[in-house]
């Protein structure tokens, strides 16, 4: 899907990102202070299965619950405190995220119960003291009241293994969803920009060459698109994981960096070229769900497709020598010629003016154009 800083074919120069955001408090299991309308649930009284609400917010609507599993054997003692996500606007979303949740979960603690039982039998084979294995999961959940008309959530989640030896490992894992109509995850790019990774990477470096003493020399080799982030209040914190580029005893390292601000008087817009020719009245939008949209009819014609509108059925058919495709007002089913259909995230809608827009992606995954950006205009081209 593409984002206000969509992912074309091509992409020349930097887009700038400007998001509404407006962030409420924060919840971190059995340790920090919750909001007022949430309520505070100790893990240690969970009953194996159960589930408990975390953190919930109004102004959303998302509730986060505790689901607690709890495993004590000779060879292993776990308790696992996994989020459940509720109130989401995508459903099916939320079903598949709760169940990737619990899975990870489950799967994580199944692998390290069969190894610590085959160590504790060996070791009682060999007459070789044990040490009792641990695995805990906790989390924390903080939520945006903006982003999208649904506001996102982000959640941390931190899981503690001890197999034997002077001590256990951490990993820390998260997930910031924007809360659409079609949910989707948020990355760095979708919050700073095309130019995330050289802004990150200057900060970042200046930090450690700050304090080199905390961290592995040349360790560092810069922010990936796919990192490990979570927002917390009005910060974005950069996350890497125990060794990666520190040794254990500094912990976890993070990075904060400033959230952007809303700028509601100053929305983004970008005008449109065909082929180095700006169409009049053409620009890219930003839906409520965060996603470049663009008029489709006009700038599919400027791209030497023919266009016809079927009233009836809410279709358009787009047609370029033998390229054959076609789009339907509120189906997210995109193909080209015979292909398989795919989704983008968002349906095709009918804006203010009452012209059927697409997201971006439509024309650089699906009719296969690319796209430079120059300022706040594209250029796309065949």
């Known amino acids: 899907m593409n984002y206000w800083n969509p992912h074309p074919t091509a992409i020349h120069g930097s887009l700038p990102r400007k998001l509404l ?18 309520q505070s649930v ?8 159960g589930t408990a609400v975390a953190a919930a ?16 054997k000779e060879s292993l003692k776990a308790v696992l405190n996994i989020p459940v996500i509720s109130g989401m ?49 906790q989390f924390s959940a903080n939520f945006g009241s903006s982003l999208t008309e649904g506001g996102f959530l982000s959640l941390k989640l931190h899981t503690y293994s001890y197999a034997g030896g002077a001590h256990g490992i951490s990993n820390i894992e998260t997930y ?48 990936q698109e796919d990192q490990t982030f979570y927002i917390a209040g009005d910060k974005v914190r950069v996350v890497f994981q125990p060794y990666e580029i520190t040794p254990y005893a500094t912990g976890i390292p993070e990075f904060e960096f400033p959230l ?8 983004p817009s970008f005008s449109v070229k065909v082929n180095g020719k700006l169409l009049s009245g053409v620009n890219i939008e930003q839906s409520t769900e965060g996603v470049a949209m663009i008029p489709v009819r006009l700038t599919a014609e400027a791209l030497g497709y023919s266009t016809v509108w079927d ?18 007002k509120g189906n997210d089913s995109y193909s080209y010629n015979k292909s398989a259909p795919v989704s983008l995230g968002v349906a095709p809608v009918v804006d203010k003016q009452g012209r059927l827009t ?9 009719l296969k154009a690319s796209v430079d950006y120059n300022g706040d205009e594209i250029n796309l081209q065949t």
């Open 89 to 137: 606007k995508d459903t099916n979303y939320q079903k598949q995220l709760n169940k990737t949740l619990e899975n990870n979960a489950i799967k994580g603690l199944e692998s390290m119960r069969k190894q610590a039982e085959k160590v504790l039998a060996q070791s009682k084979k060999d007459g070789d003291p044990f040490q009792k294995n641990e695995l805990k999961l």
């Open 176 to 223: 910031t969803i924007a809360n659409g109509a079609k949910a989707s995850r948020i990355t760095l790019k979708t919050l700073f920009g095309e130019a995330f990774a050289s802004t990150m990477n200057k900060e970042i470096k200046r930090q450690i060459k700050a304090d080199p003493e905390r961290y592995f020399q040349d360790a560092f080799t810069g922010v």
């Open 358 to 366: 697409v997201p971006l992606a439509f024309f650089t995954e699906i």
């Open 21 to 38: 955001l407006s962030l409420v408090g924060a919840a971190l299991i059995g340790t920090a202070i919750l909001p007022a309308q949430s």
């Open 311 to 328: 009233a009836a059925s809410s279709t358009l058919e787009l047609k370029k020598d033998d390229a054959w495709t076609s789009l339907t």
């Open 57 to 72: 917010d109004k102004s959303t609507g998302l509730k986060v619950s505790t689901k607690t599993i709890t495993h004590s």
């Open 260 to 267: 952007p601000k809303a700028d509601k008087s100053n929305t």
């Open 42 to 49: 100790s893990a240690a009284g969970q009953t194996s299965g």
